[in-house]
């Protein structure tokens, strides 16, 4: 399986996937062409935060449309070799870091001044709540976190969404793109 990078400086290069790969779930085309025009935006010069990265597409896609900087944060060994890979093959060693660990050991420790953060955990993930508050608290100001799920998940029932965030959803099949936007100031 191949994944192609729809637009920017990468537009038409591929992460090339290995054996082992159909484990993986990785968001559609269609889906992170629709995310990134949803983002356009926000993407120049945008710091990222890509956690479950999986193959990275969803992150290399904004790398690819002008991000300046992204974090992919995964713990699966055979797709942090992936993940670095890929950045060798792009030559985005100074616009990219591949953090081998578990997202809630990442997001502790990492700084809050992300203008986008895409979670897009394994679809039976039971951590969620968690997981969502804590990546909130690293969106800066006016910054969103996208978060992909099931669509057969509701997802102001299983997180205290803060007020002061405003929550849109875009809906594609059987996935789910929810948008929580951080209040400026």
């Known amino acids: 399986m191949n994944l ?22 990785p968001t559609s085309e269609r889906v992170r062409e629709s995310v990134a025009a949803a983002l356009a935006p926000r993407i120049q010069g945008a710091r990222v935060a890509d956690l479950c990265a999986g193959t ?9 449309r002008g991000a300046s900087f992204v974090d992919f944060v995964e713990s699966d060994r055979a797709r942090i070799k992936a993940l670095r890979r890929h950045v060798e093959e792009f030559g ?32 039976g993930d039971d951590q969620l709540a968690s997981v969502v508050s804590d990546a909130l608290g690293r969106v800066a100001d006016g910054g969103m976190l996208v978060y992909e799920h099931a669509a057969s998940r509701d997802l102001r029932a299983v997180c205290a969404i803060p007020d002061a965030c ?3 959803s875009r809906r594609y099949g059987d996935t789910t793109v929810s948008f929580m936007t951080r209040a400026s100031g």
């Open 166 to 168: 405003t929550v849109s």
């Open 56 to 64: 990275g597409a969803f992150g290399f896609e904004l790398l690819s």
């Open 4 to 25: 192609r990078i729809i637009s920017g400086l990468f537009g038409g290069r591929f992460l090339r996937l290995k054996a082992g790969a159909s484990r993986l779930r």
């Open 92 to 123: 985005a060693h100074d616009q990219c870091a591949v953090h081998g660990m578990d997202v809630r050991r990442f997001l502790r420790a990492a700084p809050a001044d992300y203008t986008i953060v895409f979670y897009d955990p394994p679809y």
